[in-house]
Nanobody
Framework: QVQLVESGGGLVQAGGSLRLSCAASGGTFSRYVMGWFRQAPGKEREFVGAIRWSDSITAYADSVKGRFTISRDNAKNTVYLQMNSLKPEDTAVYYC?????????????????WGQGTQVTVSS
């Protein structure tokens, strides 16, 4: 019954910003870890960042540190990925994922649930 729905993707020029949302339902997320991943055509799925529901502790990939910020809204069961200073290499389908554990992990296989993805395209 767990469902994750991403939204907010689109086309933006380099240097611009986007905020992605992940609406979560059907589960008890208070002890979950919520992750963001991205995948470009022909490439492996890549860890972007993650947040722990219980205390909002976050972790980020080196490639996005200082540019991306993850936050969550408990009342809305929603997590956000604020993306600033976007670069063409950020172009990918972005996925929201949920991990039943409490440790923030960068490995896709450790996440139990996945959204459908939302496309982010950054033009030069």
């Amino acid at each position: 019954q767990v469902q994750l729905v991403e939204s907010g993707g689109g086309l933006v020029q380099a240097g611009g910003s986007l905020r992605l949302s992940c609406a979560a339902s059907g589960g008890t997320f208070s002890r979950y870890v919520m992750g963001w991943f991205r995948q470009a055509p022909g490439k492996e799925r890549e860890f972007v960042g993650a947040i722990r529901w219980s205390d909002s502790i976050t972790a980020y990939a080196d490639s996005v540190k200082g540019r991306f910020t993850i936050s969550r809204d408990n009342a809305k069961n929603t997590v956000y990925l604020q993306m600033n200073s976007l670069k063409p290499e950020d172009t990918a389908v972005y996925y929201c994922a949920a991990d039943r554990g409490i440790v923030l992990r960068p490995i896709p296989k450790t996440y139990n649930y996945w959204g459908q993805g939302t496309q982010v395209t950054v033009s030069s």
